[in-house]
């Protein structure tokens, strides 16, 4: 058994998020786990850009409302509760809500060899605005 300490919040970089976010690491498994979770907490109006995962992603709605969309999709909204599953190479981006912080659990794969993550453009605000 390892009990690890809560490490620092980290505060999510300009480069592929726009406003204000943070995350906690909460698992990064080492071989032969490649488990990775993180609970990211966003400021209203803030979200990730496009990016991709390798295994895919799963995200679960821990509180606020937050709004996700998958390229060519429309954008959704999700609340607490909620669990967004997306395969395998699917470009996407999720955040909050205009008007509500959100926070949601990030669970992903890494893969066994190349990036567990791709990221693409910052997502503009015609994009983020399309309902």
Request: charged share 25%; net charge negative; glycine share 12%.
């Amino acid at each position: 058994m390892e009990i690890v300490n809560k490490q620092p919040t980290v505060k999510a970089p300009a480069e592929t998020f726009t406003g204000d976010a943070w995350f906690d690491v909460i698992a990064k498994g080492e071989g032969p786990s490649r488990l990775r979770v993180n609970v990211v907490r966003f400021a209203p109006g803030a979200r990730n850009a496009w990016h991709s995962h390798a295994v895919g992603q799963t995200l679960h709605v821990t509180e606020g409302r937050g709004l996700i969309q998958a390229r060519g999709g429309q954008v959704t909204e999700i609340g607490p509760g909620d669990t967004v599953h997306t395969p395998p190479g699917e470009w996407h981006w999720h955040g909050a809500d205009p008007d509500h912080f959100m926070s949601h659990l990030a669970m992903w794969e890494a893969p066994d060899d190349g990036p567990e993550t791709r990221w693409g453009a910052l997502v503009t605000d015609e994009e983020y605005h399309r309902r």
